[in-house]
């Protein structure tokens, strides 16, 4: 069986600031890694994902994390948040090879950026 | 190109009823999947289909059924509702699985 743990259920950051998200993982097979964002009443976005390659993924809103499988983490960092930063954050797993693709979800970071 | 299309947004059912949730996936995606979000439990698999078939189904009670038609859209019904059913149903459409899934807005149950 697969997890996926968050360590911070909410994070405080004041805007302009550097913020990071910590996600570990568990699971006995290799694995495919995702962070989704979801604001207010809205439904997940896929913010990056590592497939294979490189080790450190980045997206198009200044978003970037680092597979570390020594240490099984996918840790979220953004380098000055800004206000509409303000959302949950959800780290999620497929396991690789499994030949069904589900989702295994961490519970969750709540972003709270403060002006 | 359009995205996950989830119908309807919100719904409110009453006790013992039963509900029908749709889901049409991005256009070319055959791979769709539901998850059910609750403040307590969080994100939840219920079930994952590809070209009609499900591939796998999460620990759910039996009242908790899907279905996939043969242009890759989702239905998912839920009988004799209880209170607990109450929940954000979020469907998810991809093109292999493994790549990333893409969400739709979501149907916001309420069951009183």
């Known amino acids: 069986a697969q997890s996926v743990t968050q360590l911070d259920s909410q994070v405080p950051v004041f805007e302009e600031a550097p913020v990071e998200l910590r996600c570990n993982y568990s699971s006995s097979v290799s694995v495919y890694l995702f962070w989704y964002v979801q604001y207010p009443n809205q439904g997940l976005q896929l913010l990056l994902k590592?497939?294979?390659?490189?080790?450190l993924v980045e997206s198009i809103n200044g978003f970037e994390a680092e597979f570390n499988k020594s240490q099984t983490s996918f840790h979220l960092r953004k380098p000055s948040v800004h206000i509409s930063d303000t959302a949950e954050y959800f780290c999620?797993?497929?396991?690789?090879?499994?030949?069904?693709?589900?989702?295994?979800f961490g519970k969750g970071t709540k972003l709270s950026v403060i002006p | 190109k359009a995205g996950v299309t989830q119908t309807p947004r919100y719904l409110i059912k009453t006790r013992g009823q039963q509900v029908t949730l749709s889901c049409s996936p991005i256009?070319?995606?055959?791979?769709v999947s539901w998850y059910q979000q609750t403040p307590g439990q969080g994100l939840q698999f219920l079930f994952e289909?590809?070209?009609?078939?499900?591939?796998n189904k999460g620990n759910f009670p039996g009242r908790f059924s899907g279905r996939q038609f043969s242009n890759s859209r989702s239905e998912m019904n839920v009988s004799t509702l209880e209170l607990g059913d109450s929940a954000l149903y979020l469907c998810a459409s991809s093109l292999q699985g493994w790549d990333g899934y893409t969400f739709g807005s979501g149907t916001r149950l309420t069951v009183v």
């Open positions: 590592y497939l294979s390659g490189s080790t």
């Open positions: 289909y590809f070209s009609e078939t499900q591939r």
């Open positions: 256009s070319g995606h055959r791979s």
């Open positions: 999620a797993l497929i396991p690789q090879g499994a030949g069904s693709y589900q989702l295994t």
